[in-house]
């Protein structure tokens, strides 16, 4: 008998409405009212296609959650899996495995220079998890400065970091001690009601201000671009001027490049577009593109050695697991094979004079901006308020939003994009081409004239 007629068959045996039926009965439908979770089966992917059970394709415009950079099913990242699960499939991390050996390895090569000391975990959120606890280990101190309009992760500590209001919604206690926040840079709605560029980017300034007055800061948190509050890209100073002010301060800079990672913004890590290195790097999402749960909490050097003779207190089960690297080495070898990074950078011209062109026919667009193939587009009621159509306290409250309905036009298209809150998200896969791009932007000028009509 070969293996395969040993495996369970149960789920080819099942319709589409079974599977429904039982995910949503069984399962827990994340960041909604169980109600509302009608999930469509997915049988099936390939390249930047998702394939329902009844074989439909929809062109992947969002890559799932920012995440499948390299496109669904990659030969070689699926053959790297197999062929890790007929070598070793696990080893406790406390072993030393070929697997790891040769991915820190080729980290080296495509991380900033000077970040070379790696922790791995099996999600953005532990990775998040684990740089709190260094910085705090490693300064002797207890506050993390993190910003509004961010998302660092679900668990107790990465949510108590996460500035938008999904902290809100956390179990009583939940919003957790030990984090200030101070201003998100977001110069189309600036919070601080400043014009760049004569606010000489005081939303760092602030930041500032904050180390000086809170005492005791181990780091201060940011997404290089912040992703899932809206793709706000900072001014060319921000960063430069943050690193001065941590460096001059004695905090750690920790950059949360789960989303903004792996050629996601044209570059392999979005710090590089400012020349910044930053202390501990957290990303996860697009170093195994999603294939398999991986996390990476990277720190410099100098942290490293700390702990030469500080006590490590931090570790998982599955930190460093082999069937979770071999895939992230593939991935690595892939993107540097079919030259990614270069074509993300090459190909956002391209989508961003399409997006220029669609903020001139729909008014209902506010702003487009964004890196790489990493765009928002921000839908407003009226361009002069840029009230947006709907909030996180709609969101919250389960209220039907405006781009959610728009969303699920373009998904009757065969067009699946991201929606959130008062934005669509386009990052498709790295190796999208321009038809594709062109047909994912159609999708969307096809239906706003849904929100056209309802500005005001
Ligand atoms: N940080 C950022 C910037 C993210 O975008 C996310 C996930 N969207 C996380 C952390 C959490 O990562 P995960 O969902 O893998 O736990």
Redesign the pocket.
């Known amino acids: 008998m070969s293996p395969t007629d040993t495996l369970p068959q149960n789920m080819h045996g099942m319709t589409s409405e079974e599977i429904v039926d039982l995910t949503r009965r069984l399962n827990y439908g994340t960041w909604r009212f169980q109600k509302s979770w009608n999930p469509v089966h997915i049988a099936d992917a390939e390249d930047c296609y998702i394939i329902d059970g009844a074989g439909k394709r929809y062109l992947d415009f969002s890559s799932q ?3 499948v950079n390299l496109g669904h099913k990659n030969p070689v990242v699926v053959e790297s899996i197999a062929q890790q699960a007929r070598e070793l499939p696990y080893a406790m991390p406390g072993y030393a495995t070929a697997t790891r050996a040769e991915l820190s390895k080729l980290l080296l090569e495509v991380l900033p220079e000077g970040i070379n000391k790696f922790f791995f975990t ?7 998890e684990a740089a709190f606890k260094i910085a705090r280990m490693y300064t002797g101190k207890s506050k993390i400065i993190a910003r509004y309009r ?6 107790s500590g ?1 949510i108590a970091a ?1 500035g938008d209001p999904r902290r809100w919604a956390m179990e009583p206690g939940g919003k957790g001690p030990g984090v200030v926040f101070g201003p998100e840079v977001n110069c189309y709605r600036c919070p601080m009601k400043h014009t760049y560029p004569q606010c000489g980017v005081a939303c760092a300034d602030y930041i500032e201000h904050m180390i000086r007055n809170e005492s005791d800061v181990a780091a201060v948190l940011l ?1 290089p671009i ?3 509050n809206g793709v706000l890209v900072p001014p060319d100073e921000y960063f430069p001027k943050l690193r001065k002010i941590c460096d001059e301060n004695g905090v750690l800079m920790i950059a ?5 990672g792996w050629g996601r913004t044209g570059k392999w890590f979005a710090v590089e577009h400012w020349g910044v290195t930053p202390d501990i790097l ?1 990303t ?2 697009g170093i195994t593109s999603a294939y398999v ?1 991986l ?1 990476l909490c990277a720190t410099s050097e100098k942290i490293g050695d700390f702990f030469l003779d500080h006590y490590f207190a931090h570790g998982h089960t599955y930190e460093a697991h082999p069937m979770t690297l071999a895939p992230a080495v593939a991935t690595i070898h892939e993107m540097q094979r079919l030259n990614l990074v270069d074509r993300a950078a090459e190909l956002a011209p391209y989508v961003e004079s399409k997006l220029r062109a669609l903020k001139e026919k729909h008014r209902s667009i506010g702003e487009v901006r964004g890196k790489g193939l990493f765009w928002a587009v921000d839908l407003v009621k009226n361009r002069e308020t840029k009230e947006p159509f709907n909030t996180y306290t709609d969101k919250v409250s389960g209220a039907p939003l405006l781009v959610d309905q728009i969303a699920g036009k373009m998904f009757a298209d065969g067009v699946a994009i991201q929606a959130w809150v008062s934005h669509f998200v386009i990052a498709p896969p790295l190796i999208v081409t321009k038809e594709e791009l062109d047909r994912g932007i159609d999708a969307l000028d096809k239906h706003l004239s849904l929100a056209d009509e309802k500005c005001v």
């Open positions: 959650l920012m995440c099996t999600s953005g959120t532990e990775a998040n961010s998302y660092h992760g679900s668990t990465s996460t997404e912040v992703g899932t949360d490049e789960v989303m903004t957290v996860a999402k749960p996390g």
